[in-house]
């Protein structure tokens, strides 16, 4: 077939359809298969991946990128659902943000309450404890009386008279500090060299986040409140509180 061929000999028309590749029997020219696009993959791994901070944007950005990109190649990519799935994950994550920050706006307060509501009745019972420690050692150590160092009710530091370990409370406790609350022996009497009288107070490490209120006790045992939270400072100022209702 001759270069004239391609057109007819009487119109001069050119005929469709034919090559010389072809028309001598050649192999067709080789189409290269559509490859999945790269960016539709960020994008869907991305929509998965919400639990990381700002994922929903690179999956929204990517898969808006890889529809454009796959819209003009003509077919040499692929990835279109991919990149379909990774927008729709994105907007997803997006339009719950508002009502994760509503729930959050509402569970934190709670949360907080709780845990404040918790660590005031371990304060509570840790006073009593306190003083239940305190009456026992009383009794076992008469000419002691009673003690004003938290450390002999439990021997985190020291001991009872003699060497021989009080273990009258928890080491927690005897180091002063328990469930988000300050505990100390204070204000001590002394007569004879016995001590006849003793303050116990515990306040809240960070008022308003580990506790609200300030409680207090004297020898008498009564646990008694401090609504404001501030440390009681003297058995006396304890002594004019109101005691617990519970």
């Known amino acids: 077939m ?14 469709s359809g034919t090559s010389p590749a072809s028309s001598i029997g050649g192999p067709p020219a080789s189409v290269a298969p559509p490859t999945t696009s790269g960016k ?5 791994v991305s929509g998965l991946l919400f639990f990381i901070p700002l994922a929903f944007l690179v999956a929204i950005v ?36 508002p009502i994760i920050l509503i729930i959050a706006a509402i569970a ?9 509501a918790a660590n005031e009745s371990s304060a509570v019972a840790s006073v009593r404890t306190l003083n239940t ?7 076992t ?8 160092t938290l450390s002999e009710l439990g021997g985190a530091d020291g001991g009872a008279p003699s060497g021989h370990q009080a ?19 204070q204000g001590c009497t002394v007569q004879n060299g016995v001590i006849v009288s003793y303050e116990i107070e515990a306040h809240p490490v960070t ?40």
């Open 2 to 15: 001759t270069a004239e061929d391609r057109f007819c000999r009487v119109c001069g028309t050119a005929v």
């Open 40 to 44: 539709a993959v960020v994008s869907l």
């Open 62 to 97: 990517f898969g808006h990128i890889a529809l454009s990109e796959i819209k003009k190649s003509a077919g040499r990519l692929k990835g279109e659902g991919m990149a379909i799935a990774g927008l729709i994950l994105g907007y997803m994550w997006i339009a719950g943000i």
């Open 108 to 116: 934190i307060p709670n949360l907080l309450r709780a845990r404040i």
């Open 133 to 139: 420690a305190e009456i026992t050692y009383n009794s």
């Open 141 to 148: 150590y008469p000419d002691k009386g009673f003690t004003c």
């Open 167 to 185: 273990m009258l409370i928890d080491d927690v406790l005897a180091r002063g500090k328990k469930n988000g609350y300050v505990f100390s022996i």
């Open 207 to 246: 008022h308003n986040q580990t506790g609200m209120r300030a409680f207090c006790s004297v020898e008498d045992a009564v646990v008694r409140v401090q609504p404001s939270g501030e440390a009681v400072s003297t058995p006396a100022e304890c002594q004019a509180l109101q005691p617990l209702g519970y």
